[in-house]
């Protein structure tokens, strides 16, 4: 029998984010009332962070197998097969919570996590994305915590030494009092030297690695599945802190000790820590595991086998050795400086036993604590429909070529060069895209290959109708790949979305992945990978439905690319795709119009899959060399920001009769791109695109140094360049 | 030409810098912090970019003390070449092998662009393939770049002809946008004495190859190849 110093009070069970029957269902489970150390195992592992309790049942639709999918959701990171016996790794990660309350170190250990995440599989991280959320510019906090959350993710990235390539970055007030830092990491692993959680074997050793275990990110997990009030600032203690120089040391022991051949099984400890790691890992090996914590290097003196087993310090690692090889395993984390203990061994009773100075503190069935977690089918109401706004119902207040001016200097469109700056985008040499493009390019090694990367998601979409939201993140992270002439492969998933036990946002929720999954089926682009984050909200106000999606291209030849860049003058500009100047949801009708209404455009997959296709075709037989996919602004910001990374003008001179110029110009049809070529080859591409019924026509021409719109006065690329260049260095240092 | 790349704790620019070296016709291998020695026929020393130690404490200075800066300091007394690029300039300074110090970028951020620098001069195993007062395109990433010395070291440094690379725009005008670490004088690189140590903030190894970025960088590495007779 196990000794209980501390009774177990309705409160604390309460305090430890457990519902009264979650906790019944615990004692029932174990038969008697739990420790402390066991009540905090628990609360570390049915949590929502922890367990999916909320989104389980719905995650089981998404589609997640492919020929190249090696390893699907379930892992640390998602596993495809690009070739040459080359796997790509890779995985996205909220840390909202955290970032709220303690920028720097919410954002960089956000970051560090997911790097780790990566390389527990043996795979060398290359590119790292992110995707970021603050709210409304004016909000007294918003530029605190994107300074903080910028400073936070360089500070770690450029000191762990992989490039950061990508992002998107975006303002709401829906996300005043919940911010979002979303980090993805991508890696490089040969096929054959892929590394999972599962234990084999009885009686092996179980040794730590890394950083020693302090006080920090106790409860970090229960945290994260908590909504935000006005105290919440207090719990800045559980956000850990990140030591970017001690993960280096990590990725560099680590990859070296899986070359030995020493490795059985590896875990990361990121949320809940030891906890969840140590369980990970028996229970996927249908093992018991028993740890010592008297063994466990502590950074602090006087840990309880509470605070150890809760602890999310961060840098730390739990392998499963093979016996006999400790020694040639401890030599290499010595030569690195880290710590190495055997803390335990893995056992055949299925139970996973914590031992601390000669007492059992824990002794708790391990499959049970994983697979016995409570699964919640939660009430969801769909969300109201949208009224379709009919394109001429909706008045210019302002001239198209003002409006233009206006949309690429503000919040959302503004350029991002201030953030990205901060960034090293181009350490390891194989940065081919840097950001600003519709995807980032990197090499694979020496080459030829290449992956084609991205973050996306348009949440305004999502709150209007949750399922065509879902679709169209997905669709516009295929076309963001396909724009740069990589082939889609697969994705990552970040699901942000506000309290699952309210009914509309759990109508969000479950509508988005239902979009998500249709999607995903229909452009062949299995989810990997993912991360679900609820509880996005403070005081009763949700975020916006924000389901990032993170994307992965092969690129074949990485020298056949393309980029948004007009290349040279008197090239024909080409318009693929069909265009009803659909201004529902548009960032015209919000930030022109100030009106948040409408439906969002309706997402056609088919139509979405062979006009990229098409795309993707013309890219690859080097026909095209300039594109850019169409969505927020619609043509207009997607010519501005092609003259501007050019630094080439065009004539715009064709428009559809009968649809009203803003229309036209700002809508935000789907599955559209443009294109910029010789106009010899425009002829052709015209003519295979009408033999397959793809629409396709000719706006006007590149040259000169400002952009034209039809019957509009001139814009200089300087002009355009200006004002999308100010805005955010300008809001950051308070002239804005 | 055999060069030495020396590895320590968190340095991350080393695989960028063998491939550079490599890629001019330098048999180029990484080296330990923790040796004694550095390998036999040893060239050129090169100390890449990186967070040696975390920088935690100053940039560099850490590293600066490690036990192979002995056989780099003496391989650098016999005339031998050194290039400390970025942390490696840091480390140089920290050192005593360069004179002066990286303090804190101007605006206090962490960089990362592109970035022309002006060759000052080209009579030297560094930069003899390029061409006095060019251009080149390169680019930098760094937190603490801004070389700050005392007055009469500066006025030693540009009296003496050591200044080795400015901050300046694409027509090689030195400008106060170009120079945007806030560097006295626009210093990105200088040299020692004898002409033959290098610091430099900005990375040359990340430029030298069309498909990422350009090709200026190059000149760097195949001036020091084209500094030694091929071995026989």
Redesign the interface.
């Known amino acids: 029998m196990i000794r209980n110093d501390v009774a177990i009070t309705p409160e604390l069970v309460k305090e430890h984010g457990l519902k009264p029957d979650e906790y019944e269902r615990f004692v029932t489970l174990i038969g008697r009332e739990p420790t402390i150390t066991e009540l905090g195992i628990v609360s570390a592992m049915w949590n929502e962070h922890c367990s999916y309790k909320s989104s389980r049942i719905h995650l089981r639709g998404l589609p997640t197998k492919a020929p190249w999918v090696i390893q699907g959701p379930g892992e640390n990171a998602g596993v495809i097969d690009i070739g040459d016996g080359l796997a790509c790794i890779f995985k996205m990660e909220s840390h909202n919570h955290p970032s709220f309350i303690e920028p720097y170190q919410g954002a960089a250990t956000g970051v560090g996590g997911i790097l780790r995440d990566v390389f527990t599989m043996g795979a060398r991280p290359i590119a790292s994305l992110n995707f970021l959320r603050f709210g409304e510019p004016d909000h007294p906090k918003t530029p605190h915590l994107v300074s903080g959350v910028v400073a936070g993710i360089g500070g770690y990235g450029n000191s762990f030494g992989v490039p950061t390539v990508g992002g998107s970055v975006g303002f709401d007030k829906r996300y005043n009092g919940n911010i979002l830092v979303n980090a993805m990491a991508v890696g490089l692993a040969r096929t054959d030297e892929i590394f999972y959680a599962k234990a084999t074997g009885v009686g092996n050793p179980i040794v730590y690695l890394g950083s020693k275990t302090g006080r920090d990110g106790i409860h970090g997990a229960t945290m994260a599945s908590a909504e935000f009030d006005d105290a919440s600032e207090e719990k800045r203690p559980t956000v850990q802190v990140g030591d970017p120089f001690a993960e280096k040391l990590l990725l560099e022991a680590c990859l070296e000790l899986m070359k030995s051949g020493a490795v059985i099984a590896i875990q990361d400890m990121g949320a809940a820590g030891l906890t969840s790691s140590a369980v990970e890992m028996g229970a996927k090996g249908n093992l018991g595991i028993e740890l010592d914590l008297d063994k466990v290097p502590c950074r602090e003196e006087g840990m309880t086998a509470y605070e150890m087993m809760l602890s999310e310090s961060q840098e730390r690692m739990l392998m499963v050795l093979k016996p006999g090889m400790e020694q040639e395993a401890e030599a290499i984390f010595h030569k690195w400086g880290l710590d190495f203990a055997v803390i335990g061994k893995t056992t055949d009773t299925l139970r996973f036993v914590i031992k601390h100075q000669g007492e059992v503190k824990a002794d708790l069935p391990i499959k049970e604590l994983g697979d016995e977690a409570p699964l919640y089918d939660r009430p969801w109401v769909e969300s109201p429909r949208q009224p379709v706004i009919a394109p001429d119902s909706v008045k210019a207040p302002m001239s198209e070529a003002e409006a233009l001016l206006k949309l690429v200097g503000s919040p959302d469109q503004c350029s991002k060069r201030w953030v990205w700056e901060q960034y090293d985008h181009l350490i390891l040499g194989n940065t081919v895209q840097t950001p600003g493009g519709d995807a980032a390019i990197v090499r694979v090694e020496d080459g030829p290959k290449g992956l084609a990367l991205t973050t996306d998601v348009t949440p305004r979409y999502c709150e209007a109708d949750p399922f065509e939201g879902g679709k169209q993140a997905v669709a516009e992270a295929w076309r963001n790949i396909t724009a740069v002439g990589g082939l889609p492969l697969a994705l990552t998933d970040n699901l942000n979305f506000a309290s699952p036990e309210r009914p509309e946002s759990m109508g969000q929720f479950v509508g988005c992945v239902k979009g998500i999954g249709e999607a995903c089926k229909a452009l062949d682009f299995p989810v990997v990978s993912g991360n679900v984050s609820l509880y996005n909200e403070t005081n009763g106000q949700g975020i916006l439905p924000t389901p990032a999606i993170g994307g992965v291209g092969l690129l074949d030849d990485v020298t056949v690319n393309a980029s948004v860049a007009f290349k040279a003058e008197g090239e024909a500009i080409i318009l693929i795709g069909a265009t009803e100047g659909w201004l529902g949801q548009s960032i015209y009708l919000r930030d022109v119009c100030g009106r948040e209404e409408g439906a969002p455009p309706p997402v056609d997959l088919a139509q979405e899959k062979r006009n990229g296709d098409f795309v993707r075709q013309l890219i690859r037989s080097g026909q095209v060399k300039t594109v850019h996919d169409l969505s927020d602004g619609g043509i207009a910001l997607a010519l501005a920001e092609m003259a501007m990374a050019g630094g080439v003008g065009a004539e715009i001179t064709a428009f559809p009769e009968g649809l009203p110029l803003h229309a036209f110009l700002f809508g935000e049809d789907q599955a559209r791109y443009l294109i910029a070529v010789d106009e010899d080859v425009a002829a052709d591409i015209l003519y295979e695109a009408g033999a397959i019924g793809i629409p396709a026509v000719t706006l006007g021409l590149t040259g000169g140094d400002a952009l034209i719109l039809p019957g509009q006065q001139a814009i200089s690329v300087k002009q355009l360049k200006a004002a999308h260049e100010a805005w955010l260095p300008n809001y950051m240092t308070g002239k804005a | 030409m055999k060069s030495a790349v020396i590895v320590f704790?968190?340095s991350?620019?080393e695989?960028?810098m063998v491939?550079?070296l490599t890629l001019a016709g330098s048999d180029a291998q990484k080296v330990w912090h923790a040796e004694t020695e550095l390998p036999k026929g040893t060239d050129l020393v090169v100390l890449p970019?990186?967070?040696s130690?975390?920088?935690?404490l100053r940039c560099g200075a850490i590293a600066g003390r490690a036990t192979v800066m002995d056989a780099v300091r003496a391989h650098a007394a016999c005339g031998g070449l050194v290039l400390g690029v970025c942390n490696g300039f840091q480390i140089l300074c920290e050192a005593g092998l360069l004179p002066g110090i990286l303090m804190r970028n101007a605006n206090l951020?962490?960089?990362?662009?592109r970035q022309y620098l002006r060759v000052e001069r080209t009579d030297t195993a560094f930069t003899r393939n390029y061409t006095k007062g060019q251009a080149i395109d390169v680019?930098v990433?760094h937190?603490e770049g801004n070389y700050t010395a005392d007055e009469e070291t500066l006025k030693r440094l540009e009296g003496e002809g050591l200044v080795a690379f400015r901050y300046a725009d694409a027509q090689g005008h030195i400008t106060q946008d170009a120079n945007r670490n806030g560097s006295m004088n626009s210093i990105a690189g200088i040299y020692s004495d004898k002409l033959n140590v290098l610091g430099m903030m900005p990375?040359p190894?990340?430029l030298?190859?069309d498909?990422?970025?350009g090709t200026d960088g190059r000149g760097l590495f195949e001036s020091l190849v084209s500094s030694f007779p091929k071995a026989a």
């Open positions: 704790p968190g991350n620019r695989g960028d491939r550079a970019g990186g967070f130690y975390g920088d935690y951020k962490f960089i990362c662009h680019c990433a937190g990375h190894e990340n030298i190859e498909l990422v970025g």
